[in-house]
């Protein structure tokens, strides 16, 4: 299959999502789909979230040999970056499902919630999918030549094998593009309605409370007086 085919086959999955949230903005079933693939990429996101004890394990111990035993390890380097290009990578759905990424939020939150699905829409079009069809593609491309020459690393005298790490790359671009066509699919209805569909959220930082609530007019200095003194209902923040 080549490139031009699978470009094509994921554009028509694109094509398709938008589709349906046009159709069929107001059916239940939608909203359960979007709401399972939320699922899906936390479920992952909170596995791969454990990787950061191990990451953080193997860094003490590499410290510990090198300042105490100067016994450095053979595999720490490896180990450790591995580790973490998992814990970065398989996050990045999750925080998309939970909108957690950067943009610029001093003009995005002034916006009427259509406007801003508007705008997510028109990015996640050019820029998002495009982005991710040649993150897959590469990806499994860059992972197809590790695995002909059964690549090992050179940056420690063991040698591991990364070829299956170099694998996740097209998985986790296919995670992240089915968070993305859910993405979508929720911009298609709130340019419909005018308000965002519901998704599942997390405790919210306070920061980011203060932050929001202060771009909603309410003192920031008075919101975090009333943190302060315990006022439960100010970080009320139900999940679905």
Excluded at 210 to 238: M, S, W
Aim: with cysteine; hydrophobic share 50%; net charge negative.
């Amino acid at each position: 299959m080549t490139d031009s085919l699978v470009v094509g086959g994921l554009a028509g999955l694109v094509v398709a999502a938008l589709i349906v949230g046009i159709a069929f903005s107001g059916a239940h079933f939608v909203q359960r789909a979007l709401l399972a693939v939320d699922r899906f990429s936390t479920l992952i996101g909170q596995i791969f979230a454990w990787t950061i004890l191990l990451l953080t394990a193997s860094i003490v111990y590499e410290v510990f040999a090198r300042r105490f035993f100067s016994s450095p390890t053979n595999w720490g380097y490896d180990a450790q970056y591995m580790l973490y290009g998992l814990l970065f990578m398989f996050a990045g759905a999750y925080a998309l499902s939970r909108n957690g990424h950067v943009r610029g939020d001093f003009l995005y939150r002034m916006m009427a919630p259509r406007k801003q699905a508007m705008l997510d829409c028109l990015l996640y079009i050019l820029f998002f999918f495009p982005a991710i069809f040649a993150f897959m593609i590469a990806g499994w491309h860059f992972f197809e030549l590790s695995w002909i020459q059964n690549e090992r690393s050179m940056f420690s005298p063991s040698g591991p094998v990364i070829w299956p790490f170099k694998g996740i790359i097209p998985v986790v671009g296919f995670i992240l593009l089915l968070q993305g066509l859910v993405e979508t699919v929720r911009c298609v209805r709130c340019i419909r309605t005018g308000e965002w569909p519901q998704r599942l959220s997390d405790v919210e930082e306070l920061d980011q409370i203060i932050l929001a609530r202060a771009a909603e007019a309410e003192d920031p200095e008075d919101l975090a007086r009333k943190i302060a003194e315990g006022d439960d209902t100010t970080l009320t923040n139900k999940s679905t």
